[in-house]
Antibody, heavy 125, light 107 residues
Framework: EVQLVESGGGLAQPGRSLTLSCAAS????????MHWVRQVPGKGLEWVAG????????GYADSVKGRFTISRDNAKNSLYLQMNSLRVEDTASYYC??????????????????WGKGTTVTVSS | EILMTQSPATLSVSPGERATLSCRANETVGSTVVWYQQKPGQAPRLLIY???NRAAGVPTRFGGSGSGTEFTLTISSLQSEDFAVYYCQQYSKWPRTFGPGTKVDIK
């Protein structure tokens, strides 16, 4: 079964750090790009960061750039999100998502086809 | 960054009726739009990729159309399990922005 399981969420004070992990199983982890997406309770989805299969291409939302670091360990089938200088507005559920890819002549189609259940981060003093 | 907007914010529909959800990008994104469905307490579910392609296992009542800056998700005959929030997302450029969502609720 294809599965993503996030962990590492919890309560942190503003300015502190937290590291999220995502354990992948059921697919060849090192074949796929991976992403973090967050959601404030009752609000919409916000893409946070993404990393390609070999960590050669990484991107961040402007809201977290310079504070968060995405990384992966293909040997451990794991994705990480190091969150520094946390702010109250970082409070959200954080989802790990696998990027799928379909290639047809002339077109590359990307999408997030597998999602974890999420881990909750609360930033509060 | 590319800004995605969705309308309406809430759509009230009776079971069996057709629902039409709109998504707009503030610059052209070609066909690089994906639609997701999210139910309360659940992770999002992939519905449509490449603006028009149904993902595996998605019922044929879901259809996507559009290109450039204007996109539409159509649910031809709403079933009880379709009442949810629907998000569009673009992957033309990083960051991979989502729209704010359209909530489809029961009329």
């Amino acid at each position: 079964e294809v599965q993503l399981v996030e962990s590492g969420g919890g309560l942190a004070q503003p300015g502190r750090s937290l590291t999220l992990s995502c354990a992948a199983s059921g697919f060849r982890f090192d074949d796929y790009a991976m992403h973090w997406v967050r959601q404030v309770p009752g609000k919409g989805l916000e893409w946070v960061a993404g990393i390609n299969w070999n960590s050669g291409s990484i991107g961040y939302a402007d809201s977290v750039k310079g504070r968060f670091t995405i990384s992966r360990d293909n040997a451990k089938n794991s994705l990480y999100l190091q969150m520094n200088s946390l702010r109250v507005e970082d409070t959200a559920s954080y989802y790990c998502a696998k990027e799928g890819l379909v290639v047809v002549p002339g077109h590359y189609f990307y999408y997030f086809d597998v999602w974890g259940k999420g881990t909750t981060v609360t930033v509060s003093s | 960054e590319i800004l995605m907007t969705q309308s309406p914010a809430t759509l009230s529909v009776s079971p069996g009726e057709r629902a039409t959800l709109s998504c707009r990008a503030n610059e052209t994104v070609g066909s690089t739009v994906v639609w997701y469905q999210q139910k309360p307490g659940q992770a999002p579910r992939l519905l449509i990729y490449g603006a028009t392609n149904r993902a595996a296992g998605v019922p044929t009542r879901f259809g996507g159309s559009g290109s450039g800056t204007e996109f539409t998700l159509t649910i031809s005959s709403l079933q009880s399990e379709d009442f949810a929030v629907y998000y569009c997302q673009q992957y033309s450029k990083w960051p991979r922005t989502f729209g704010p969502g359209t909530k489809v609720d029961i009329k």
